[in-house]
């Protein structure tokens, strides 16, 4: 396989505006909004082109029972220090589950709580 394995993420929200905050507050980023053709689901797209293969595109999303919280996904955002990101989460409304630590030659990661209840992992080398 050529391409890496996840192409695309969902990150569902119940209240779409306190959580786009966040995640442009903890990551430094603008979210775009992405148009859709079902007028009940909103959703706001990461940036990156969704063309290259260089890593997954994903999207925030706020649709009627959307799953939202602690469930069995988890996604990773990559940092270059995630100590900075995480540095970010708490005043981002956010809470910290886990402070950074080591894994092994694999980096260092980080567990944190969007404003969500998301859980979201946060990924670094150094």
């Known amino acids: 396989m050529s391409m890496k394995p996840v192409g695309w993420f969902e990150i569902y929200v119940k209240d779409l505006q306190r959580a786009k905050a966040f995640y442009e507050q903890v990551f430094a980023i ?7 053709p079902a007028p009940d689901i909103e959703m706001w797209v990461f940036p990156g082109s969704m063309d290259r293969g260089d890593g997954a595109s ?6 009627a029972d959307g799953p939202t ?10 940092c270059g220090d995630c100590a900075m990101e995480l540095g970010r989460v708490v005043d981002a409304g956010g809470a910290v589950m886990k402070p950074k630590f080591g894994i092994g030659p694999y980096g260092y990661i980080a567990l944190v709580n ?4 998301n859980l979201i992992g946060l990924h670094s080398m150094r």
């Open 58 to 63: 994903g999207a925030l999303v706020k649709m």
């Open 114 to 117: 969007d404003t969500e209840g």
């Open 30 to 36: 603008s979210l775009e909004k992405l148009d859709t």
């Open 69 to 78: 919280g602690m469930g069995g996904t988890l996604v990773y955002f990559s």
